[in-house]
């Protein structure tokens, strides 16, 4: 059974800097990609950033670029978001994803990805 586990979160100011951190296990195969995505309350399941290992590509949503940084080590199918210059609307619970199926471009959707993390708040005041 795969688990990612998250951690990191937590509550920080506007301008503030997080840094989230995954790690999937249970499965003996690398991953080919993980990714991260966020959930506001009222609102849609969104993409925030990815990366594909082979390759090294990444993907950010517009929103967060310059500000964001994935990153990680796929001999341990662990992944990281570093994220700075943090604002109000950052505010989510961020789930972390991992894809055990080869692909060739960056996974970005939710149906990309085969297994989840439980999620993790992450609280900016303003």
């Known amino acids: 059974q795969v688990q990612l586990v998250e951690s990191g979160g937590g509550l920080v100011q506007a301008g503030g800097s997080l840094r989230l951190s995954c790690a999937a296990s249970?499965?003996?195969?690398?991953?080919?990609?993980m990714g991260w995505f966020r959930q506001a309350p009222g609102k849609d399941r969104e993409p925030v950033a990815a990366?594909?290992?082979?390759?090294?590509?990444?993907y950010y949503t517009d929103s967060v670029k310059g500000r964001f940084t994935i990153s990680g080590d796929n001999a341990w199918n662990t992944v990281y978001l570093q994220m700075n210059s943090l604002k109000a609307e950052d505010t989510a619970v961020y789930y972390c994803?991992?894809?055990?199926?080869?692909?060739?471009?960056?996974?970005?959707?939710?149906?990309?990805?085969?297994?989840w993390g439980q999620g993790t708040q992450v609280t900016v005041s303003s």
């Open positions: 990366i594909k290992w082979s390759g090294g590509t990444t």
């Open positions: 994803a991992a894809r055990y199926r080869d692909i060739n471009y960056v996974p970005r959707l939710s149906t990309d990805y085969d297994y």
């Open positions: 249970g499965r003996r195969f690398s991953t080919y990609a």
